[in-house]
């Protein structure tokens, strides 16, 4: 006999009611970043830094501004969550942690919103 | 107070080498989130202009910046080596007490290389000609 509730056994999470959706979504991110940050690291220092034109001639092909902004999206959602755990582990108030935990994720959004909005940019003027 | 057992805390355990490296896992890791903000940051003064950024390049070019910038890539090379250390033990491999620390050998040379082989490589991409 099982002592979940119905509605508990269709949602599928555990005692903290949260499920393991955190801890895949984090595989997921870390997975998607391998080949992600390793082709954005070869793009980026095979061009001369200091030039602009080069810089930005490259982040804005299409194919490569499509990528990068993948990467931002995944780089900034696994690093929220990698956040998220820290701050649940060593912030202990009840307000502290919860106000610290909306910071961040309001600080991420921001960050990548800024990023994506920033190849748009280089891509279509 | 309840005198129920409690969870031992992390003190009552001998030190290993291998818990270091996942204490700095997760340094590396809270590195890594600077580093994304710091990307943003450099995204958009290349999006606000020839202007904007080589005011940012001239800022990453300081020899503090530069410092913060090996750290920074040390810190992501490293999470990045020992995140696919992670990845498998997640399938139930390596979890041995040897292969732990082996596999965790490999993770602290392949990022001292790795590290090694991206500041050079960043050193000759900064350096190079101005021109496209």
Known sequence: MSLQTPLGKVLGKGSAGEGVGHWWMQRVTAIALIPLTVWFAIGLLGRSLQSYEAVRGWLGQPWVAVFTILLIITLSWHSRLGIQVVIEDYVHGKAAKNTLLLLFTFVHIAAAAAAIFAVLMLALS | ?132
């Not at chain 2, 070019?61 to 890539?73: D, E, I, Q």
């Not at chain 2, 992501?76 to 732990?100: K, M, P, S």
């Not at chain 2, 490999?106 to 790795?114: D, R, T, Y």
């Open chain 2, 1 to 132: 107070m309840n005198q129920r057992p409690l969870s031992p805390h992390l003190g009552v355990y001998k030190f290993t080498y291998t818990m270091s490296l996942s204490i700095l896992h997760r340094i590396t890791g809270i590195a890594a989130s600077v580093g994304f903000f710091l990307f943003a940051w450099w995204l958009m003064a290349l999006a606000s202009g020839p202007g904007a950024y080589a005011s940012a390049m001239r800022l990453l070019s300081t020899p503090l910046a530069k410092l913060l910038l090996v750290g920074f890539t040390f810190s992501f090379v490293y999470h990045f080596c020992n995140g696919i250390r992670h990845l498998v033990w997640d399938t139930g491999h390596g979890l041995e007490r040897a292969q732990a620390r082996r596999s965790g050998a490999v993770v602290i040379v392949a990022a001292l290389l790795i590290t090694a082989l991206v500041v050079w490589l960043g050193c000759a991409a900064l350096t190079a000609p101005g021109a496209p």
